[in-house]
């Protein structure tokens, strides 16, 4: 059960409804032959999975590559968040529910599928995806992770735990690498990496039981903001580069969880100190926006426009589900709310959630910060993303 106050002026109680495991159906399916008349000798209902903690991602695979020339991570924590307008937000104020477990239905995983090989540095580079997928009959919808990495790393190895939730609820959830920072990358590419990805896996959808028609994409931090931009660009034709371009690499659901939506203001929330830092020249966030040497997100406006997602809503985007802590030190809370004001203003559907006292999610290789990580892993709060990406994926 979640407590929530919807536009700040009314609380009300959500309870969060789940699709029926596999057990479940066994179980209704064998009580309706007991009750049928005339049945005779009725097997004897399937036994309950035994449920346990979901798997998480080896704190080692968050951290960044060090040594051989590679560039520190530069993620800078606020002292201080100042409050955002959740007026057309839902702000969650009960965070404390049960965590989410795994175990209701099994899953089959591989791993390490080059889907690109774009050339870094003069090099070629493989970029690889992990994909999970629920050992259940029939094709599934995809949901694609694109993760967090302070726009300096991409580890696909990221929210093991979630990951393995969904693809528990009915999804094929493909975990996916891009290019960054030290592959001399600007957002133009992630976006690109990100679209080849959803059309390689469009292209084997045979393989993994993929329905290609219902396609979702779900990001954290920088991979919230790279899912944004693939979902606001969906059917334009420069982001499309590399193979299997007889695919589409179109949406229909984003999910964007605590990602930056304007390079400018992204520390809008935040303490002075704090804005100097995300504003300082050759940062990473200036190098990524693709604004020029020795400039920072305030200096090149034009640049740091093309790089924002609000630049290309526009009335017919895919449903968006934002979400963000209210307690976020490394991306401002007021991020998601300038996107999903954006995509309200252009008539599409949008919906935005804010967790009150939470961080900057699970990523604790950003922020430094840990101990609301579990906030983001509850099972009312982990419902409400599969609750989202089932009505958007499987019920048209």
Known sequence: MLAA???????????????????????????????APGAANPAPPASSPTLHSCPTTPTSAQQPPTGQGQPALQITSA????????????????????????????????????????????????????????????????????PGGGFMIAPKSLAL???????????????????TVP????????????????????????????DPSHVGVWGESAGG??????????????????SNLDQSSAVQAVLDKFGP???????????VAAQQANYAPDNNLAKYAGVGA????????????????????????????????????AVSPSQTLILHTALRAAGDDSTRYVLQGAGHGDLAVLSGDASTAKLWTTQSVMNLMAEFLHKQLTSQ
Not at 297 to 314: C, E, F, G
Request: charged fraction near 20%.
């Open 79 to 146: 002292k201080t968040v100042a409050p955002s307008d959740n007026s057309t937000s839902t702000v969650l104020t009960d965070l404390t529910g049960p965590q989410i477990q795994c175990g209701r239905v099994a899953v089959d995983s591989v791993t390490d599928v080059v889907f690109a090989t774009p050339t870094v540095n003069g090099s070629p580079k493989q970029l690889k995806l992990d994909v999970l997928v629920p050992k259940t009959a029939g094709p599934k919808p995809l949901v694609v992770y694109v």
């Open 225 to 242: 903001y790279l899912v944004s931009m693939v979902g606001v660009t969906n059917g334009m034709p420069q982001f499309d580069v590399g």
């Open 294 to 329: 020795g400039k920072s997100v305030l200096d090149n406006p034009q640049a740091v426009a093309k790089a924002n997602p609000i630049t290309y809503v526009h009335r017919g985007d895919p449903p968006f589900l934002l979400m963000h802590g209210s307690a976020d030190t």
């Open 261 to 271: 939506s304007d390079y400018s203001k992204v520390a809008a929330d935040f303490d």
């Open 5 to 35: 106050t919807e536009g700040g002026d009314r609380t009300m109680t959500r309870r969060t409804q789940f699709v029926l495991t596999l057990t479940g159906l066994a179980t209704v399916a064998a009580l309706t032959a007991c009750a």
């Open 183 to 210: 592959d001399g990358a600007i957002w133009s590419d992630g976006v690109t990496d990100v679209k080849s990805a959803i059309r390689y896996l469009r292209a084997h959808a045979g393989e993994y039981q993929i």
């Open 161 to 179: 735990d979630q990951r393995t939730f969904l693809a528990e609820s009915g999804f094929v959830v493909a975990s996916v690498e891009y290019r």
